[in-house]
């Protein structure tokens, strides 16, 4: 089917461009829209506090890129499909006309997901993160990846159920949702896995110099140090 071929082909773009900006922002990021507020004392001296520090913030900043990148990107792909969608929809004949209403009608849902994740990130150009703070940050946030994972192959699976199911009764309109679903699912999949790799390689950064610091006494009381 020929608007299959070009969803196909939008699929596969949308997933090259994403991969781009991911490599692009994986780079430790010397503009840093974020200002951290160190836990460290002046224990450490000035040239590791100034190193801790810089990998605190460009591990924040890094993770806004990279969602800023992916709410973006996940946009386009809701616009693509509630665009053709709807053109196809009028066009299509059997099964495809419901494929594509669902394309459509699921990317609306996808489109407001998009909107409110790019308005939330804008309050985070604020955010001030001291070292635990960004840790709790960047695991809660592999956490919802792994969860979106998860729901990703539920969808995959209501669609096989609904394709296979709408073959066996000749129901048209249960063929195409799950034609839709299984495409909306597969793309959902790895566009989570990706997203969750990318920021995985953070936490394991930020992670490993945490696991550095050690709680020490002072005469000034409580304060964190990096053994040399």
Do not use: C
């Not at 591990?59 to 196809?88: E, F, H, P």
């Not at 997203?195 to 304060?223: D, F, P």
């Amino acid at each position: 089917m020929k608007q299959l071929t070009i969803l196909s082909t939008v699929f596969l773009s949308i997933l090259m461009a994403f991969n781009t900006a991911a490599a692009q922002s994986q780079e430790l990021n010397e503009t840093k829209p974020y200002q951290t507020q160190p836990l460290i004392q002046d224990s450490l001296p000035l040239s590791q506090l100034d190193s801790l520090i810089l990998i605190n913030d460009s591990i924040a900043a890094d993770r806004y890129n990279k969602n800023k990148s992916n709410m973006t990107i996940l946009a386009a792909w809701a616009g693509v499909n509630i665009i053709q969608g709807s053109i196809s929809a009028t066009n299509a004949t059997g099964s495809g006309e419901y494929f594509f209403k669902m394309n459509a009608y699921w990317n609306i849902l996808n489109l407001g997901i998009a909107s409110w994740g790019l308005i939330q990130l804008r309050k985070e150009l604020t955010q001030k993160y001291t070292f635990p703070q960004n840790q709790l940050a960047q695991q809660k946030l592999e956490r919802i990846l792994l969860l979106n994972s998860g729901l990703d192959l539920a969808y995959i699976a209501t669609g096989f159920l609904l394709k296979e199911n709408g073959n066996r009764l000749n129901n048209l309109k249960t063929t195409g949702y799950g034609n839709s679903l299984l495409l909306q699912g597969a793309f959902l999949l790895v566009f989570d896995l990706v997203q969750y790799g990318n920021h995985r390689r953070n936490g394991k950064i930020l992670e490993g110099q945490l696991s550095k610091l050690q709680i020490h006494a002072s005469g000034n009381g409580i304060g964190l140090r990096l053994p040399l």
